[in-house]
Each structure stands twice: as structure tokens, then as C-alpha cells.
């Protein structure tokens, strides 16, 4: 939410800056800008809208040659998305530039204190205050860095700050609490940006800051300080992904490329976690066997497709542990006054590892002393940083807005960490492990052979691109499959869809079944607790009201064909292994979609990928 970027060095700024907000521009569009230092004053330029705006508005204005310069790609919270409140916001000197994510909780106080003292504000931004409070403090002291100290300190909330400045023409300087910023090390030139794809062009050395820090970059230096100056501990580390992962490499979509990945990525989430005798090791996990041993509860939370895949994987959490799991959406949790304790693990999911409500929902779990586990894809992100045990997913990253292989590779982490409790646990046999391990090997091709055949999905997306509502309905595991096939829907082709639980159908929503509805409707495989034969009902229920019935069901099972308008075929595996298959149509099917619709599929309206406020 919210893309930043900092350059000083060498190359043309603007090139820099610019091609780093191609980059973060999934984190928000409403608005992007730039300001650059050029002979001891600042030239910007900022347009409401996507980046392409602002192209145009360089094209049509250039800006002078610079070197150090700093940029930013808008969701907005605070003020219109509109051109006078895109960043970056200047002091009335015009001599200082700050770009700005997060929201400033006591902006109203300052903005009030301000403007008594005579600061005019240009824009309705809660970051427009910090260049005028810059302003004041660098009356006091002339070192830009030590004015950012002292300005963070009296802000309160969520806040990344980039800042340069026309009298220190060397010099950027970032600040965060609470939302993301990492450096990145370059020879003769340092970067910041929201996250690493800001810089990976240039350089795959990166530098964790932590929070409450403050970051001065040269072309020469990086010096990181707490908001008191004092110097602190850093991290550096070498991104493992090059920049052609961050290209859509001949895609229409990233989404497209996303979805297609989907096989290496679930790979590479298993890659290295077992041996072949079917022995978990979690090396990376950082909580002890007697840690573990201890749980005897597991809270799930997380946002968006992240809490379908925590609640695809209560399944198996509870299946194959024995241990209570509950899953609950990360902006709910502390709020209820959850009992927790030292004997609670709670397993945190997200993405991006910068989602506000999942890490406000950790740090409450952490004073209320239960163990936080967090599942992760973001190397250095907050949320891993701030949690006891990390399992990272390595699906590569992921830049188009609706999550695809983050959520298929979220499900085969969880499952990694559910077996490896019941490894140290003793609640299955290694041998039972080792078949289920191997079970799950099978998947990347799978899913393979569902993108082999995502044709006939394409076909019924073109087909139904006309329908203004679609059901979705699943059991078992295949109700959260079908919340995640709605929520893809809405995200991207912003009609109304909606998942049951297909037990659920005949107690109301059935009632919304009428003639010609689209219902897709998702099979468990036979021999399980009838559940196939109570979902084939199900379907036969919706079509006697005249629904247009979409069925995935596995390989064999004809029992469904006499009710199905359209069968998607899906191989045979475990019943909890289903959902990474069935995802996948779906995925493909909502994509398709929206294309047809002729909306920006990477970049769908009111949405960002990273959630970086409450
Ligand atoms: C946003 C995105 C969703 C994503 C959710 C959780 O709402 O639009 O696609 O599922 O955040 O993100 P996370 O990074 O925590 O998995």
C-alpha cells in the first residue's frame, strides 16, 4: 500500500526512481510523483492515476538531469486521489520533499499546531505535515538526518518516510515504523524502496530495517540509527530471485505468469524440507521440538486469500495433529479478548509479510505471551521479523494484486508445518508421513496438467462474461476453494460472487438460485464421509431452479455428469490435496474473465497488494 522509492548516486535519478515505481506500482495507483535535486533547489512532478499519467506528464515536462531523487506510487487514505494530494509533499521553501506511507494517527493535533503557527498546507495529506514540521526543525539544526529523528518522535501511527532535501543535494534519508522499508547497496550509489523489487535492477544487496529507524543513504554510505540516534544492529542479506522474476516475461498479465508458475512455486516450498525416507526438517523455523510439543492450540490468522488458505489448512491441521485450530481474519482477532498463553501457537500468513491487520494481530498475540509462527513469502518482511518461527514459502514474488501462487504455496507450507507437528508429536506415523509427503510431490504436476487445460476454462470465462453474479459452492475443504473462486471474481471482475458451503445452500442462499445463474460447484472426491454423494444433491438442487451448473470433479466420478451443464476435470488425489487443483481453474476462469470485461487484471480498482494500514 503505497510504493516508495530513494535514489543518490550516479545514474539519472528519474530513471532510477521511475523504474522502481513500474515495480511498486502494485502496492497502490491513485497517484504517482517524483522529486528530484537540481542546483540547490527541487523540481517534482506528480499526476492522479496510474503511473502511465505521469509518463505523459514527464514526456510533456521534462525534468532537468539529477542524481539523487525520490518517488512515489499513491493508495490513497488521507485526501482525494487527485493531482494537489499526490506525493511528494513540500515545505513552503520548496526546499524539502517527503514521500510518505502508512497514516499519521496525531496528524490532526500537528496539521492544528502548524497552521497556528503560520504553515499553510497545500493538500489534505496527513504527510504534508512532516515537510512543514522538517521545515521548523531544520531552523534548529542543519543536519537533515537529526531533523527526521526528531520529527518521528512526535508522530504516532504507521509511517514510512522518504525525504530529500535541495540544500543536502547527496543526501536521502528514510524513516519507518510499522510500514516497510528496506535498503539497497549499490557501488558509488544507495537505494530505499518499499520493498527489494524497487532495486532488484540494480542490486540484490539488501540491508533489513527495523522499526523505529532511521536511514541516511550517500552515494558512499548507509548509516541506520534508532529515532535517538543511537547507531543500531543491522541485517544485510542477498535477495535469491533476479529481475527477470519481477517481469511479466511475455505475459499479457503477471497474473497470467503467476498462475502459470504455480508448479515451480509449490516446488520450491517443498524443495529441501524432507528427506527421502519422508523426514521433515524445518531448519529455518526457529522454534524448538519442546517448543512444539507444548502447543496445544493453534490460532490461524491472516487477511484475504491468505485466511482461505489458513482455512483450507485447519483440515489438515487438525486431521493429521489432533491439536484445536481455529482460523480467524486477522482484523477481528484482538479485538474478541482471545484467551491465549504460552501453550497457543499462533500461525500468522501473509504474503507480503507487511499486512497491518495480520501484524497488529502478532503483536498482541506475542504480549498475550502465546508462540507466533508466521508463513511468510518476503524474505525480511515485518511480519516474519516480529515473529518467534518463520516458514518461508518461496514462491518468488508476487506482483499482480489478486494472489495466486501465494495462496497455493500459503496452503503446502501450512501442510509442511502440520505434518512436522505431528512428526515431533508422535499424532502419525512416520511411515503415514512419508505417503503423504509423497502424495503431495505429485501436486506441481497437477496443477500442471490443470493449466494444460486451461482452454475450456478460458472458453466458459469468455461464454459467461456476461453474467453479473456467480455462486460457487464446496464441502470440506472445497468451501474455502469456493470463497477463494468468488473472491478472485470480485477482485478482479467486480461482479458479485459468493462461496457457500454447499450444506449451507438449502438454510438461505438458495434462494438466490434463479434461472440461468452460473454455479460452480466443487466435487470432493468419493469414499469420504458421503460428502461426494451430499454435494452431487446439491448440484441436482440448484439446477431443478434453473442454475447453469459448472462442476470440477475428479477423474472418474460420472455421478455428477446428468446434472452438469460444463464438467472441469480434476486428477485424482487426497481429499486435502484437492484444493491445489480446483484453485486453479478458478484462477484461470477469473482472469479470463476480467480480461474479457477489458479490466486491468494485475491492477484492479480500490485494491493494493500490500495492506500497510488498519
Ligand atoms: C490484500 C490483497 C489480497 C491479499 C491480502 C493479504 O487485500 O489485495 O490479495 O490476499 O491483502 O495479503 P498478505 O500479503 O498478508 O498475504
Known sequence: M????????????????????????YRGYDSAGVALVDNGGLVTAKKAGKLLNLDAELAARPLPESHTGIGHTRWATHGAPNDRNAHPHLDESGRIAVVHNGIIENFAALRAELEASGHEMQSDTDTEIVAHLLHDELKRTPDLSDAVRAVCQRLEGAFTLVICDADHPDVVVGARRNSPLVVGRGEGENFLGSDVAAFIEFTRDAIELGQDQVVTITPTDVVITDFFGEPVETTEYHVDWDVSAAEKGGFEWFMLKEIDEQPQAVADTLLGRHSSDGRLQLDEMRLSDDELREVDRIIVVACGTASYA??????????????????????????????????????????????????????????????????????????????????????GPEIAVASTKGFLSQVVACYLLALYIAQVKGTKYGDEIAAILQEIEKIPAGIQRMLDEGDQVRKLATELAGSRSILFLGRHVGYPVALEGALKLKELAYIHAEGFAAGELKHGPIAVVEEGLPVFVIVPPKGRDQLQEKTVSSIQEVRARGARTIVLVEDGDDDVVPYADHVIRLPKVPTLLQPLVATVPLQIFACEFASQLGHDVDQPRNLAKSVTVE
Not at 535514489?7 to 515505481?21: C, H, I, K, N, T
Not at 481455529?326 to 500461525?347: G, Q
Not at 518476503?378 to 511480519?383: H, L, P, V
Request: hydrophobic share 40%; with cysteine.
Open 2 to 25: 503505497c510504493g516508495i522509492v530513494g535514489y543518490v548516486g550516479q545514474r539519472s535519478a528519474l530513471d532510477v526512481v521511475m523504474s522502481g515505481l513500474r515495480r511498486l506500482e
Open 310 to 395: 489458513a482455512l483450507v489448512a485447519k483440515y489438515a491441521i487438525e486431521h493429521w495433529t489432533r491439536i484445536p485450530c481455529e482460523v480467524e481474519l486477522a482484523s477481528e482477532f484482538r479485538y474478541r479478548d482471545p484467551i491465549l498463553d504460552r501453550s497457543t501457537l499462533v500461525v500468522a500468513i501473509s504474503q507480503s509479510g507487511e499486512t497491518m491487520d495480520t501484524l497488529m494481530a502478532i503483536r498482541y498475540a506475542r504480549r498475550q505471551k502465546a508462540r507466533v509462527l508466521s508463513i511468510c513469502n518476503t524474505n525480511g518482511s515485518t511480519i516474519p521479523r516480529e515473529s518467534d518461527a518463520v516458514l518461508y514459502t518461496h514462491a
